[in-house]
T-cell receptor, first 115, second 112 residues
Framework: AQSVTQLGSHVSVSEGALVLLRCNYS??????LFWYVQYPNQGLQLLLK??????LVKGINGFEAEFKKSETSFHLTKPSAHMSDAAEYFC?????????????FGIGTKLQVIP | DAGITQSPRHKVTETGTPVTLRCHQT?????MYWYRQDPGHGLRLIHY???????DKGEVSDGYSVSRSKTEDFLLTLESATSSQTSVYFC???????????FGSGTRLTVV
């Protein structure tokens, strides 16, 4: 069975500081991993995805994530936080199951950016 | 995005009444999903569809049913709404072999 753990339901950073959102997963097969972002009163938007190509994945809005198999981690980073990055971020893991994507989401991390 | 729309965006209903939420896509994607989002739980899968008239249960399917009579529409029905079904409901779509969801904007349902 697959699972996702996001460490820290709330993270606060100062504008211009490094953003680090943590995600650890468990999966019985090589996983596909995702980060989604949700702005208030909106649906989730795909930020980036790992599909077994490069271990360092670049996404939109300057975010990137590194797949580390030995640590079963897929942490999300951004060198310099911007006020517009304030949102909720969800890590997700996907395994194939009879043809459809069986996706498990973490509980989310709310990012606050302090001016 | 116009590729997937949910209706209504907001609904307030009384306990015991049936409610139907609609998800409409213009992407011709095979797979469609209904999730509910609740604080502290993230997103949990209710039902999903892998083709017209082909549906299956997710992890929190009790009290919900779905139907998909054509590729573009996936309906979620609460047969008899309860307060525990107050939530934000999201529809998502994905194509064959595609491993990323496109989400709708959500329906905020309040059961009073």
């Amino acid at each position: 069975a697959q699972s996702v753990t996001q460490l820290g339901s709330h993270v606060s950073v100062s504008e211009g500081a490094l953003v680090l959102l943590r995600c650890n997963y468990s999966s019985s097969v090589p996983p596909y991993l995702f980060w989604y972002v949700q702005y208030p009163n909106q649906g989730l938007q795909l930020l980036l995805k790992y599909t077994s190509a490069a271990t360092l994945v670049k996404g939109i809005n300057g975010f990137e994530a590194e797949f580390k198999k030995s640590e079963t981690s897929f942490h999300l980073t951004k060198p310099s936080a911007h006020m517009s990055d304030a949102a909720e971020y969800f890590c997700a893991v996907s395994e194939s199951s009879g043809g459809y994507q069986k996706v498990t989401f973490g509980i989310g991390t709310k990012l606050q950016v302090i001016p | 995005d116009a590729g997937i729309t949910q209706s209504p965006r907001h609904k307030v209903t009384e306990t015991g009444t049936p409610v139907t939420l609609r998800c409409h896509q213009t992407e011709n994607h095979r797979y469609m999903y209904w999730y509910r989002q609740d604080p502290g739980h993230g997103l949990r899968l209710i039902h999903y569809s892998y083709g017209v008239k082909d549906t299956d249960k997710g992890e929190v399917s009790d009290g919900y049913s779905v139907s998909r009579s054509k590729t573009e529409d996936f309906l979620l029905t609460l047969e008899s709404a309860t307060s525990s079904q107050t939530s934000v409901y999201f529809c998502a779509i994905t194509g064959q072999g595609d491993r990323g969801y496109t989400f709708g904007s959500g329906t905020r349902l309040t059961v009073v």
